[in-house]
């Protein structure tokens, strides 16, 4: 259901990411990735540290993706008509203040309230692979326009991959306290990943800056193709929910489950974090060959399949060493497919309702994702560590079914 105005490429086609424009966002989300890679791996044990118990993480977690999901509803559809720079401008914005107010806030009672609002409103906390949060759609819509369409699959899996490359480097701020002073104290570590944020946040800005945005212009669109477009968006919701459900159990509470089940310090559990983004990355790249060579779905059921016995294992690690072996390769081969499955969602609909099927992409994903935090964290408070594993893989199991079924022919990068 894709535009007719960019035909598919041949197979032997210069590099997607030859655009400057296309390279300057994807250089923004790198940037902005390295401050999310610090925040997903020290933001939840920092909570911890200042006495959150495990369900008011979880429902920290929980109101930062339904937050998450009322502004995406908003922005991704407004973005089809306003263009895209200016609200990625302001999401860029919005993570600096927030940045800002947790490098100024002490600790104590209003640090815990400052930490919780900045947390819903920033989506700290949340690893989102270096996307822009409740703005992502408008980042996958924009990548859309600057691509042709057999071009997309393999630039957006490129698009992650640099993504979780940054996440790899910010999860490393774990190690600061090892060559900054001034981050050897808890409180002083807190700083610094805010301090990572900051710079990562003000670089993007000053990246997207530099793009030129074109506003879609209103186009009649036959009844006809509306009603096809919206049976697969229909669809496309039903089977994401399995998917939100299953990741939402365990993925959002990874470092709390980690120092849980084996004591571990923001150190180790970041160098654990980092494997699984640095492995997502070189992934996500190989990804974007077998895209352009086999197909976006095809690789999606190929990483997420594999992805989903590593999820077994987790829990039946016996210990740190071997559970981080595990996470590490369920992160990546479940992250790598990211940029394809965009590449689909993006492709059943035409140009100018792109933000409209990145919005409920996301959406679908996390309505269903926001319950996972809440119960895979009662979960773990009452001592059944493996059974939000457990469940999340079943459920992933039967979402990899209805993927191929429903999308194999709706396939961008196959010319399908």
Request: positive net charge.
């Amino acid at each position: 259901m894709d535009d007719q105005s960019a035909p598919l490429a041949p197979k032997a086609m210069t590099s997607p990411v030859s655009s400057p424009y296309v390279l300057l966002l994807i250089a923004a989300r790198t940037a902005r990735s390295i401050g999310q890679g610090a925040l997903s791996a020290n933001f939840i044990l920092e909570l911890k540290r200042l006495g959150w118990s495990a369900p008011s993480i979880g429902l920290m977690l929980t109101g930062g993706i339904l937050f998450s999901i009322l502004a995406t509803l908003v922005i991704g559809p407004a973005s089809d008509r306003f263009g895209r720079k200016r609200f990625l401008l302001a999401y860029e914005s919005l993570q600096l203040f927030c940045a800002i107010a947790g490098f100024m806030t002490e600790e104590g009672t209003p640090a815990n309230g400052v930490l919780g609002t900045i947390a819903i409103i920033g989506g700290f906390g949340q690893s989102t692979g270096g996307g822009a949060g409740a703005f992502s759609p408008v980042e996958q819509s924009w990548l859309a326009r600057l691509l042709p369409a057999g071009e997309r699959g393999p630039a957006f899996s490129i698009n992650t991959a640099l993504g979780f490359a940054g996440m790899a480097v910010g999860a490393l701020t774990g190690l600061f306290p090892l060559v900054l002073p001034g981050a050897s104290s808890p409180g002083g570590l807190a700083r610094a990943v805010f301090l990572t944020v900051m710079a990562g946040a003000a670089l993007a800005l000053l990246l997207i800056l530099f793009i030129p945005d074109k506003i879609s212009t209103a186009v009649t669109v036959q009844p006809e193709t509306l009603r096809q477009e919206w049976s697969l968006l229909r669809t496309m919701i039903g089977i994401n929910a399995l998917n939100g459900i299953s990741l939402g159990l365990y993925a959002p509470l990874m470092a709390y489950w980690f120092s849980v089940r084996f004591h571990k310090g923001p150190d180790a559990i970041g160098i654990a974090m980092s494997g699984g983004y640095l492995l997502a990355a070189i992934l996500s790249y190989l990804a974007s060959h077998l895209s352009t060579r086999y197909g976006s779905v095809p690789t999606v059921i190929a990483g997420r399949g594999a992805g989903l016995i590593f999820t077994f294992l987790i829990p039946l690690m016996p210990t740190f060493g071997w559970a981080v072996f595990a996470h590490i390769l369920r992160v990546a081969l479940n992250q790598s497919t990211i940029g394809a499955r965009q590449a689909v969602s993006i492709g059943l609909v035409g140009e100018d309702r792109r933000g409209l099927a990145a919005s409920l992409h996301n959406v679908s994903m996390q309505i269903p994702q926001s319950v996972g935090p809440v119960a895979g964290a009662a979960l773990l408070a009452h001592g059944f560590l493996g059974l939000p594993f457990f469940l999340g893989a079943v459920l992933q199991g039967a979402y990899l079914g209805l993927y191929y079924k429903a999308f194999s022919r709706h396939d961008p990068s196959s010319g399908a």
